[in-house]
């Protein structure tokens, strides 16, 4: 049995035994006992396309979402134990969850996963403005403008969107998730066209991001996940990368995770939050 199955296993055990007792339904030692199907864990997925999957199998989902997203894998995992509402979408802020994503959630909701932040720093247009020699200006704008939301802006909007989450949904375990460094540090990578100074600031910038997702999941009082460490040794220019690499760059996937990256990078980060104990 995985281990995200034997979790949700307990928190069925767990659920339906509490069920049982506060509705004076706990039969006598004499009694018959009297088996009851429990309602399944409601869990909600929020964020952008890393958490939609987008990338990790073809989907004509008009939100990218795919049955191999690292949501889907976690609901798959406990066999009808969690009725999954995936709301993310790509191309989704932090504001997008704040203001229309959490209206998937309610007090009812059990489990809520969250992968945002990247698309406020527009990462994947720096890359674009800064691999041009003829944009070196753009190039060097955005880059300014990255700093400022990473140390201004960002803090702020992270801590405002995880409180409309808990908000909405009181009594969830609430799981924000970083994201994985999109380069090896190599200094040669014939698959990836990009130079090596951009794919360091690359890295640089998401670690930042990683670093305040941290802080403001930590602030919030909820759950940080740090999928850098299962990414480890499988990031572009890597030689089993679980990313999308140029070949990506026609339907806009790259640098998202492939479906190895969700099964073997998220999937078993998240599982391992300890999602049990808050039942």
Not at 190 to 196: E, G, I
């Given at each position: 049995?995985?281990y995200?199955?034997?979790?949700?296993h307990?928190?069925?055990a767990?659920?339906a035994a509490?069920?049982l007792?506060a509705?004076g339904?706990?039969?006598?030692?004499t009694?018959?006992?009297?088996s009851?199907?429990?309602?399944p864990?409601q869990y909600?997925a929020?964020?952008?396309?890393y958490?939609a999957?987008?990338?990790?199998?073809p989907?004509?989902?008009a939100?990218?979402r795919?049955s191999?997203?690292y949501?889907a894998?976690l609901a798959?995992?406990?066999h009808g134990?969690v009725?999954?509402?995936?709301a993310?979408c790509?191309g989704?802020?932090t504001a997008?969850v704040?203001?229309?994503q959490?209206?998937s959630?309610?007090?009812?909701t059990?489990l809520?996963t969250?992968?945002a932040?990247?698309?406020?720093?527009?990462?994947?247009?720096?890359?674009?403005?800064?691999?041009n020699?003829?944009?070196?200006?753009d190039?060097?704008?955005?880059?300014?403008?990255?700093?400022?939301?990473?140390a201004?802006t960002?803090?702020?909007?992270?801590?405002?969107?995880?409180r409309?989450?808990?908000t909405a949904a009181?009594d969830?375990?609430?799981?924000?998730?970083?994201?994985?460094?999109?380069?090896?540090r190599?200094?040669?990578c014939?698959?990836?066209?990009?130079?090596?100074k951009l794919?360091?600031r690359?890295?640089q910038v998401?670690?930042?991001?990683?670093?305040?997702?941290?802080?403001?999941?930590?602030?919030?009082?909820v759950r940080?996940?740090?999928v850098?460490?299962?990414?480890?040794?499988h990031?572009?220019c890597?030689a089993r990368?679980w990313?999308?690499g140029?070949?990506?760059?026609?339907d806009?996937?790259?640098?998202?995770?492939?479906?190895t990256?969700?099964a073997?990078?998220?999937l078993?980060?998240?599982a391992n939050t300890?999602?049990?104990?808050?039942f």
């Open positions: 049995m995985s995200p199955s034997t979790i949700f307990r928190v069925v767990v659920c509490v069920a007792t509705t339904w706990a039969a006598p030692a009694a018959v006992a009297v009851v199907a429990p309602a864990l909600v929020l964020g952008d396309s958490a999957g987008f990338g990790a199998e989907t004509r989902d939100c990218g795919t191999a997203a949501p894998l798959r995992e406990t134990g009725a999954l509402r995936n993310s790509v989704a802020t997008d704040t203001h229309r959490v209206s959630l309610s007090p009812r059990g809520v969250i992968t932040g990247a698309n406020d720093l527009q990462v994947a247009r720096v890359l674009r403005s800064c691999a020699p003829a944009t070196a200006i190039c060097r704008t955005a880059n300014a403008a990255v700093d400022r939301k990473l201004a960002m803090p702020r909007d992270l801590g405002r969107m995880i409309a989450v808990t009181p969830a375990r609430v799981v924000v998730t970083g994201y994985p460094l999109p380069f090896a190599a200094r040669q014939a698959t990836v066209p990009v130079p090596a794919r360091a690359a890295n998401v670690q930042r991001l990683n670093r305040v997702l941290a802080t403001a999941a930590a602030r919030e009082q940080f996940v740090d850098e460490q299962t990414f480890a040794g990031a572009l890597n990368p990313l999308v140029a070949e990506g760059m026609r806009n996937t790259a640098l998202h995770p492939t479906a990256g969700h073997r990078g998220y078993p980060a998240v300890g999602l049990a104990d808050r």
